[in-house]
């Protein structure tokens, strides 16, 4: 299918949810976790980073409450009298997991709903 040297090194990234509030109902990437394994079985290396996986409080049930950072609200929201927040993994564990990567990969994609 492709004709290269060697197999493409691709980073996928779930990325945070920005938002008023956000609760992890058991919240799984399952088009990016689709895609990866396309990808793979077409002869990609793939590797992901999930930011969404990291909760401050689980439940018996593994759904919880997300890490959240309070962030700037977007100007369309400005109005809106309540705390805007990024929910998941701090920013500083995203790039720790960036700088283990031995290889550059060749493409990074993410999808956002």
Not at 14 to 23: C, E, L, M, S, V
Not at 24 to 50: C, H, Q, T, V, Y
Not at 68 to 94: A, D, F, N, V, W
Request: glycine share 6%.
């Amino acid at each position: 299918m492709f004709h290269v040297k060697h197999s493409p090194n691709i980073l996928l990234i779930n990325p945070w949810i920005t938002d008023f509030t956000a609760y992890n109902f058991w919240i799984k990437p399952l088009g990016l976790l689709s895609i990866a394994s396309l990808l793979r079985e077409s002869g990609f290396r793939i590797a992901l980073i999930d930011c969404l996986d990291f909760n401050i409080k689980s439940k018996k049930y593994g759904d919880g409450k997300f890490f959240k950072t309070k962030t700037e609200k977007p100007i369309p929201l400005k109005s809106i009298p309540r705390h805007y927040s990024r929910y998941g993994i701090p920013e500083e564990m995203l790039l720790k997991r960036l700088s283990c990567f031995e290889e550059k990969p060749d493409l990074i994609a993410s999808l956002q709903g």
